[in-house]
């Protein structure tokens, strides 16, 4: 029978490290946090203004419908940082960046449990870390952030309870399996994952189904307590939600396909695959369009991670068969290809958008483990090796990782952060409209129109109003939102989320001596975030 290696305890050394890269890890997520991205997207916004309505009516759910619906559990969360920070940019990001970083120490725990190596573990969290794809998502108030967070945690203790056999492992990873229903449309597709790796769990452990079922049943349970409340909305309460808006951009929609789904679906499959080392997601809240989401160095350890994995898993699938041989190496491979394409599903089987690195942020998981395959291989090399190779291997190693690290910071914090495509991208206007608001005068009366024809009901916003409502809800003084019925008194200030030179003309004939102001919060340095006010003069 297979015995995994003994592990060693841990050094000093390790955690110092590994403490240093999570404090990194912070740092990058958090640092500069209200002004990088420019904006807040109205989609982000979104869910602030349901944690703010949670907030003051106490109505916490599990799936808020409204935006396409959205799994509460994010929200919810985001409901305690606005009440200690306030309906601000921090408020409304801090989970993301808890989230982000508490991930890179679920890849540590999980690579140096799969991989019987610290050093593993330090080369994931390290990359994980450093990368744009991971920074990006980690300062953006999306719920997908928790996916990684999740499946990271989970599968460590799933094998961390295989080489323990202890009932606890696999309760807590049923139980964080159970709560990843409560994050994100795609982790729906996850559990397939546990049913491609069952074969190579049989093949690979003598009599595992024997020795297993009660930890399985463990499992179960776990997943179906934290579950349960999701199911139970879904499938008795709300079964409408379930499809959310996936059918809609689905490939097997004959809108979407045009009555040919193969050749979509080659299409779709193709654009997913390349966005790794080619051609990356061309939105700019996602990436920095047009290049890969991985840098070139880590996107050459994962073609190497990813090449080398599968032709272990096919040699020892060959081994199993002839020779009766037995290595839970084959789990591992089944985990990392079998996590890849399952979380893959729900990019290429959509047609919009594509490629689209938030629909399979799933995948940051086994691509940086695979990418740890390939540069374990060459920190082996260089620890087994004469001094002149093992120099060679080492200073390959250090230019790539500080290589992919600089590289990733630059592009984020430099190109991205001044460019006006990006700041474009995440409506750095509306944001800017509620920063200038908060900038007024308390005894500035304000006017403030969400749609041409005035919303009756605040709460049911245009989309584009999020960002604006959220950052002035309760914090700005003397503001008004224009309804069908207002009655306008000056002298006031009348903003127009998006302006309407007919509306404004109608101001001016009914408020003689009004005036237009342009406000360029920017300066000349970034354009397009500038917006138009209307002053309002005294009654006569």
Request: aromatic content about 16%; charged content about 15%; hydrophobic content about 50%.
């Amino acid at each position: 029978m297979f015995k995994h290696p003994v592990h060693r305890p841990h050094h000093i050394a390790t955690w110092i490290i590994l403490t240093l890269i999570l404090v990194f890890a912070f740092t990058v997520r958090i640092y500069h946090i209200d002004s990088v991205p420019a904006g807040i997207y109205p989609d982000e916004a979104a869910n602030g203004v349901d944690a703010l309505n949670a907030i003051e009516t106490g109505d916490y759910k599990l799936f808020y419908p409204a935006n396409y619906g959205r799994e509460g559990l994010y929200i919810n969360l985001q409901t305690l940082s606005i009440r200690l920070f306030g309906n601000t940019i921090l408020g409304l990001k801090l989970w993301s960046v808890l989230f982000g970083t508490f991930s890179v120490l679920g890849i540590y725990l999980l690579s140096k449990e799969l991989f019987h190596r610290r050093s593993a573990g330090i080369l994931s969290a390290f990359m994980l870390a450093t990368s744009y794809w991971a920074i990006n998502f980690s300062r953006i108030a999306f719920r997908a952030i928790l996916v990684t967070f999740i499946l990271s945690f989970s599968f460590y203790f799933f094998f961390r309870g295989l080489r323990t056999k202890k009932f606890h492992d696999f309760l807590i990873s049923g139980a964080i399996f159970g709560v990843g229903l409560h994050t994100y449309i795609a982790f729906r597709v996850a559990p397939i994952i546990f049913i491609l790796l069952l074969p190579a769990l049989i093949l690979s452990y003598e009599n595992f189904l024997k020795r297993y079922y009660k930890h399985a049943l463990f499992f179960f349970l776990g997943a179906f307590i934290t579950a349960l409340p999701m199911f139970y909305n879904f499938f008795i309460l709300h079964p409408e939600d379930f499809e959310s808006r996936s059918a809609q951009i689905s490939i097997f929609s004959p809108e979407i396909n045009h009555g040919d789904v193969i050749g979509t679906l080659a299409r779709t499959f193709s654009l997913s695959l390349i966005k790794y080392n080619f051609f990356g997601d061309q939105n700019w809240r996602h990436n920095y369009p047009p290049y890969p989401i991985l840098d070139p160095f880590v996107g050459t350890f994962f073609l190497a991670g990813f090449l080398f994995t599968l032709w272990q898993a096919v040699t020892l699938i060959g081994r199993r068969i002839r020779n009766k041989d037995r290595d839970v190496r084959l789990v591992i491979d089944f985990l990392l290809l079998g996590s890849f394409f399952v979380m893959l599903i729900p990019e290429f089987l959509t047609g919009e958008g594509l490629p689209h690195a938030l629909r399979s942020i799933g995948t940051q998981l086994p691509v940086f483990l695979m990418a740890t395959l390939a540069v374990s291989w060459i920190l082996q090399k260089a620890m087994h090796s004469q001094t002149g190779a093992r120099i060679a291997f080492f200073s390959i190693l250090i230019i790539a990782l500080c290589g992919s690290a600089i590289f990733n910071l630059t592009k984020y914090f430099v190109f991205f952060a001044n460019s006006p495509a990006a700041a474009g991208s995440f409506n750095e206007n509306y944001t800017n409209m509620g920063r200038y608001l908060l900038s007024l005068p308390a005894d500035t009366k304000k006017y403030v129109l969400f749609d041409e024809k005035g919303n009756d009901n605040h709460l049911n916003l245009p989309v584009y109003a999020h960002p604006i409502y959220f950052l002035t809800y309760g914090r700005v003084a003397n503001m008004e939102i224009v309804r069908s019925d207002t009655v306008i008194h000056g002298p006031a200030l009348f903003l127009m989320i998006n302006y309407n030179d007919e509306i404004a003309k109608k101001i001016e004939k009914f408020s003689p001596g009004a005036s237009i102001e342009r406000i360029d919060m920017n300066g000349p340095d970034r354009p397009g975030g500038d917006f138009n006010i209307i002053l309002l003069p005294g009654n006569k």
